[in-house]
């Protein structure tokens, strides 16, 4: 029998510390749309991914932490050492953080982990293990989160990762891990720190294909993005004399006096921002009407954006993205997540969704000779502790 990723993990904290401890899960996730936008107080658009990664955790005595995960085995560690650059830095980056908010005794603790989101592919496999790892802490101390009290954790799982484990991140991630629904894409809005659900309709499935190509964020790509971007604001600032916040403020009206005034690269940087919100809504208002031709031309706007302006996109997604259009069933395609590598994103008819998949694969295997992991999916539902 297929043993779930909550079951796994309560059978190696039990047989790893002797007793079960208070257990959660959160799901990877995928964005559908807004991407690079999150730090540009844009719009974002995720849905939860079916699979998940599973926290057990039971506190002990002493400070040291002893971890053991199903996919990376076993590591330990003192709960307030440097990072060290294994798995077990995202879990003590999170009690680090709980801890200073007083959430959780500072102490050591043995955990458990059993995580279905694939590592390294851009589907958030590292915000499922802080998300699901605060909860379980939470349910430890005894302390259990509030619904209301989500936001505030969202940020807390972004600032353990980008502070402690070093890996600069967005808020998007952890916030689509906690708060997505099943059946539901999630619109947010990066500024307001507002959102609305939006439902994917039912005769359509996401197949997510992973390019395998891995280029991790922290080798430098995203930060140099995300310096370009303040760089871009600054200069923006001083062309459009007023005082803006974020590149988001801009408007596409603007667009023209900054062209001349920008370095093309800062320029093309502010136009993939200012577009993607654009397409954002485009595409969030396509979906609650089943204008699925206006919702396919937003996704793959998004994808020319990220290739031509943007500069995250990659041969291998490019051509996935390409194949797309001349499948039937498909509404349309994009990379997803950070970019370099990663996966791309394919929006579906359901009776269709199969043959897609497999052409993809054959496809991609033909040009670049293997075949690559795919899923079929629908939005699953947000992190939940157990019991
Ligand atoms: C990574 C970050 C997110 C977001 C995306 C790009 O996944 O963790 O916060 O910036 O890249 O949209």
Redesign the pocket.
């Known amino acids: 029998m297929h043993e779930s990723a909550l079951e796994a993990a309560r059978e190696l904290l039990t047989n790893f510390a002797g007793l079960p401890g208070s257990e959660a899960e959160a799901p990877g996730r995928v964005?559908l749309i807004g991407?690079?936008?999150?730090?540009n107080g844009g719009l974002?658009l995720p849905a939860a991914l079916a699979q998940r990664t599973a926290v057990a955790v039971r506190f002990s005595d002493g400070s040291r932490v002893r971890g053991v995960s199903r996919e990376e085995g076993a590591a330990e560690s003192e709960l307030e050492a440097p990072p060290g650059r294994a798995w077990l830095d995202y879990v003590r980056g999170v009690a680090l953080e709980l801890s200073a908010t007083h959430r959780i005794p500072r102490r050591g603790f043995d955990v458990a982990v059993a995580g279905e989101v694939p590592g390294g592919s851009?589907l958030?496999s590292s915000a499922a293990l802080e998300v699901a790892t605060a909860l379980a802490l939470g349910a430890a101390a005894d302390r259990p989160f509030r619904s209301d009290e989500a936001l505030d954790l969202a940020r807390l799982c972004q600032r353990a990762e980008s502070g402690f484990v070093g890996v600069p991140?967005?808020?998007?991630?952890p916030f689509a891990s906690l708060l997505a629904r099943e059946g539901e894409a999630i619109l947010l809005d990066c500024a307001r720190m507002t959102w609305e659900a939006v439902p994917l309709p039912t005769q359509l499935e996401l197949v997510i294909v992973d390019t395998g190509v891995r280029r991790a964020?922290r080798e430098g790509g995203?930060k140099t993005r995300r310096e370009e971007c303040e760089q871009a604001l600054e200069s923006s600032r001083g062309v459009l004399a007023r005082t803006i916040a974020t590149l988001s403020e801009i408007g596409p009206h603007e667009l023209p006096a900054l062209r001349g005034a920008l370095p093309s690269v800062l320029y093309r940087r502010v136009r993939h921002v200012v577009t993607e919100n654009r397409r954002v809504h485009a595409f969030a208002n396509a979906l609650r009407h089943a204008h699925l031709p206006v919702a396919g031309e937003a996704l793959y706007g998004s994808h020319a954006s990220l290739r031509d302006d943007y500069e995250v996109t990659c041969d291998e997604s490019d051509l996935l993205v390409e194949q797309s259009r001349t499948l039937p069933g498909v509404v349309g395609a994009r990379m997803t997540?950070?970019g370099w590598g990663g996966c791309t994103v394919h929006l579906v008819e359901s009776d269709h969704a199969q043959e897609v998949l497999e052409r993809l694969q054959a496809g991609f295997a033909a040009r670049f000779g293997q075949v690559p992991r795919a899923w079929r999916t629908r939005p699953g539902p947000g992190a939940r502790t157990s019991g």
């Open positions: 964005n991407e690079h936008t999150d730090y974002v851009g958030s991140c967005g808020i998007l991630d964020l995203y997540g950070a």
